[in-house]
């Protein structure tokens, strides 16, 4: 989220990946994927700059995310993923299906 300015002081985050264009007209307007408009007090090189910091710092989460160790399983987990695995086995051990009902 970036957060602007509307004209009359108001403050708002706005999701950057909604934004179809930016244009300076003097006064900055974005224009949103579904053809909202916005009028912001912040020139258009700062609209751009909040956009990149805030796509970078998705992708630095990202990257920490997947460079961080695997978290071990939880206790309910591990009970889970246990039981899990002996109904598996109870259902290769049982052997030939037999219907429920019978065709006459």
Do not use: G
């Given at each position: 989220m970036i957060?602007?300015?509307?004209?009359n002081g108001a403050t708002f985050a706005l999701n950057p990946d909604l934004i179809e264009r930016?244009?300076?007209t003097p006064d900055t307007v974005i224009t949103l994927v579904d053809g909202k408009h916005y009028l912001v007090e912040e020139p258009l090189h700062v609209v751009i700059e909040r956009m990149q910091h805030a796509r970078a710092a998705v992708l630095a989460e990202v990257?920490?995310?997947?460079?961080?160790?695997?978290?071990?399983?939880?206790?309910?987990e591990s009970r889970h993923e246990a039981r899990r695995s002996a109904e598996a086995d109870a259902d290769d051990q049982a052997g030939e299906?037999?219907?429920m009902r019978r065709n006459p």
């Open positions: 957060m602007l300015t509307r004209l930016a244009e300076a990257a920490a995310v997947q460079a961080a160790p695997p978290v071990p399983a939880t206790p309910y299906v037999i219907p």
